[in-house]
């Protein structure tokens, strides 16, 4: 199959992360390095599908590195979630004469990788494009940094005004089943306190810590919420059970939101994209397949896809004792 190979198609799925056209932008040129076709697929595994296909050379990549989001577009496909669906996207490769596939994206996309090459056997390599960090394999998904970096840039300015005003504001970032951002900009931005679904903090210890906070002197908090968070429904009914229970405190909710999907990538992202998008071409054309590139101390290694998509991502016991002492 190695040998075979003379046309990979690149697409991303899922929700968009900095660092998606980095790495699109590396296994383009990559490609043109080793004198083989790169097609990009537009709008994930629907644009397969409907066979939305571009031929991208070298040049067609200019000025990308530094751009959020993603030129191929994104998008979710029911369609592809039934065996009719991925008949015909195969067909359209088939068609097209597409050898193999790079899939940027998450869970939901090598999954769909996955069951793809065990039904086609058809070569396929992942990139892990997620802000959430979730992946099991990589030490860093791309997005990651940047994604923490615009929460800790949001949350210094949040605390000049709560400063300010005295004020304890709870800010909500990403994370619907992890809390990697949460803990890494709670720490790094110096939060008071910080909540992710990974430990249990409980209404009482959350009272407890912030009173005590405010007999230590402190006129104003921060406490970083990761959204899966369970310690309440919500970030609102936290707000509430606080002014009900605690005196004294003008509490303010801020939620970060999408804009932690957005903006340039940072360094970071952009050269982890740039590495993991040439192991990915040139592990196809070694005759790998269906595994994920992932960072391993700093080395890029290979990670069989079905157990990326398989395994829990598990929050830093380290770093939340550090946080646990920095919050004294």
Do not use: W
């Not at 929700?15 to 390095?33: K, L, Y």
């Not at 996309?109 to 086609?120: A, L, Q």
């Amino acid at each position: 199959m190695a040998n075979q190979i003379i046309k990979i198609g690149v697409m991303t799925s899922g929700g968009d992360s900095p660092g998606m056209n980095a790495a699109i932008r590396s296994v383009v040129r990559t490609c043109a390095f080793h004198k083989i076709e790169c097609v990009g697929i537009y709008r994930g595994y629907e644009g397969m599908i409907e066979g939305d296909f571009k031929l991208l050379d070298a040049r067609s990549v200019n000025n990308i590195i530094n751009k959020g989001g993603t030129i191929l577009k994104s998008a979710r496909s029911t369609e592809f979630r039934t065996k009719e669906g991925r008949k015909k996207a195969y067909d359209q490769l088939q068609k097209e004469g597409i050898h193999a596939l790079v899939l940027i994206g998450g869970d939901g996309t090598f999954t769909g990788g996955m069951i793809f090459n065990e039904e086609y056997d058809f070569p396929v390599i992942g990139i892990p494009g997620t802000i959430d960090n979730d992946i099991v394999g990589t030490n860093f998904t791309l997005g990651f940094d940047t994604a923490l970096n615009t929460a800790v840039d949001a949350i210094d300015k949040i605390r000049d005004t709560a400063s300010s005003h005295k004020r304890l504001f709870f800010v909500e970032v990403m994370g619907r089943d992890v809390g990697h951002i949460a803990l890494n900009a709670g720490v790094g931005s110096g939060a008071e306190e910080i909540l992710v679904p990974e430990e249990d903090l409980g209404l009482d210890r959350l009272l407890e810590s912030l009173e005590k906070s405010r007999h230590t002197g402190k006129s104003s908090s921060i406490v970083v919420v990761a959204e899966g968070d369970k310690t309440g429904k919500n970030v609102f009914e936290l707000r509430d059970y606080v002014e009900d229970n605690l005196e004294g405190y003008d509490v303010r909710v801020s939620v970060l939101g999408h804009m932690q999907r957005g903006g340039a990538p940072s360094c970071f992202d952009r050269v982890l994209a740039s590495r993991m998008g040439v192991k990915a071409v040139e592990s196809l054309l070694e005759g790998k397949k269906n595994y994920m590139v992932g960072i391993i101390n700093n080395k890029i290694e290979l990670y069989p896809i079905d157990k990326a998509v398989k395994g829990d991502s598990t929050i830093d016991a380290e770093l939340l004792r550090v946080s646990d002492i920095m919050s004294t």
